[in-house]
């Protein structure tokens, strides 16, 4: 059994002042779904065993290029985030896993394991970092790290991902992220062909580094740091990548790193077809990578993803098996709170996807009813799921509502006194 950072008992309490209004909501809706030839309880088993995964430099205070505003109780460490994490996945039951990012969280693996293991956290994806540089780092990413014109510089980048790969290893982990900054600000400032071919060396020589059970992960992204090309540009970009590389290489997809208005939905439904999804990086934006929190601005959208993903899974695509990130930067809330929420944001997009009438919908598409095949995917995202989400925390052990829970413990006020506040701090980029 693994321990808890919040007494069971406090949960327990919580969960017993809700409990009866809980069941007659449950058993209301599932009165409605029946008639719709949904069977409740199914949809509430597969929400209980859906998790998506927590960035461990999510539970910081993120910031912009103008400032970053700390807050209290910020974690000090890799050790406070893991407990950070343990809270949210408690309370949610929704957040198995924590991903770690390198050298922001290096400490030695075993250690790690243990802190993580102690609340029963896992670990998802490990993520490198050739973006920034680091203290004492002999070379510099200012101008690129495995497209950088030097070879020295590429040789650096690549034996940084390969010991992300050693660390994960240890941990448990069965896959590298690997997120370039690279790219250029200025027409003419780097050759697009030959700093791609130089990206696609390295990347063959960090995948030859990979473990026969990994994945290798990449994700693309518009704009920023570079501003006027990047050259993990776009999704053909990335799918291009996959598929050069080789069977164990997948693409990410964060919803914040396409222009507004793409059509996310269609680019994740490409890349099922083709074998390439390899995940996502949930968030939220409103103009670019706001890094919002998930399903905040456009929670339809969301569903669109999810009614994809829910598509594949039902049919069995072969291989299908994304896996499932948080990436958000919280500026102005609590990032507990917010990748909470979060969280179930994911499971709610998922939960209503899954009642989508997919026979229906099938139908209305081969008699070209347009009307009716989009209100088919209405009358599901209309649906009001919390009933099934509550329920599944309740049987799990969570707290029917986290966000009520999390403050009646008054945690962040308990941390606040126990972790000196970070002085300074710059831009938080995620
Ligand atoms: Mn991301």
């Not at 929420?341 to 994911?346: P, Q, T, W």
């Amino acid at each position: 059994m693994s321990e808890t950072i919040i007494s069971a008992d406090v949960v327990a309490s919580h969960n017993a002042a809700r409990k009866t209004d809980l069941e007659r909501d449950y058993a209301s809706l599932g009165e409605r779904l029946d008639r719709r030839g949904i069977a409740i309880d199914a949809i509430r088993d597969k929400v209980e065993k859906f998790g998506v995964a927590i960035p461990s430099w999510g539970v910081g205070t993120g910031g912009t290029r103008f400032a970053r505003f700390p807050g209290a109780g910020e974690p000090r460490d890799i050790f406070d985030k893991i407990e950070d994490c343990a809270v949210i996945s408690q309370l949610t039951q929704a957040t198995p896993t924590v991903s770690l990012h390198i050298p922001w969280d290096k400490a030695d693996p075993n250690r790690l394991k243990q802190a993580a293991s102690r609340f029963g956290l896992g670990f998802d994806a490990m993520n490198s970092n050739t973006f920034s540089d680091a203290r004492d780092q002999k070379l510099s990413y200012k101008f690129g790290s495995l497209s950088h014109a030097d070879a020295g510089t590429r040789r650096q980048a690549v034996e940084h991902n390969l010991e992300c790969i050693e660390i994960g290893k240890t941990l448990g982990s069965k896959a590298l992220t690997v997120w370039i900054g690279d790219g250029s600000n200025f027409p003419g400032q780097v050759n697009f062909a030959k700093a791609f071919e130089r990206y696609l060396d390295a990347m063959r020589e960090i995948y030859a580094g990979l473990p026969e059970d990994w994945r290798l992960f990449t994700e693309h992204k518009m704009y920023e740091p570079a501003f006027y090309s990047t050259v993990v540009q776009d999704w053909g970009t990335n799918y291009i990548i996959a598929r050069e590389l080789g069977d164990k290489a997948f693409c990410l997809v964060d919803l914040g790193h396409h222009a507004p208005n793409v059509n996310i939905e269609m680019i994740v439904s490409r890349l099922i077809q083709f074998g390439k999804l390899g995940g996502f990086h949930f968030n939220d934006s409103k103009y670019g990578d706001d890094d919002l929190d998930a399903g905040s601005i456009d929670p339809y959208r969301l569903f669109l993803v999810f009614n994809e993903l829910v598509d594949a899974e039902l049919s069995g695509v072969r291989g299908f098996n994304p896996a499932h990130m948080l990436d958000q930067s919280h500026n102005v809330t609590d990032p507990i709170e917010s990748l909470m929420l979060s969280a179930v944001e994911v499971q709610r997009a998922y939960a209503q996807a899954l009642l989508v009438d997919r026979k229906a919908l099938e139908g209305y598409q081969d008699a070209n009813d347009a009307l009716m095949a989009t209100q088919t995917l209405k009358i599901a995202y209309r649906t009001d799921v919390e009933p099934i989400l509550a329920m599944a925390r309740l049987r799990t052990g969570g707290a029917v509502d986290p966000v009520a829970a999390y403050r009646e413990v008054g945690y962040r006020a308990k941390v606040a006194a126990e972790r000196p506040a970070v002085v300074g701090g710059g831009g938080g980029i995620v």
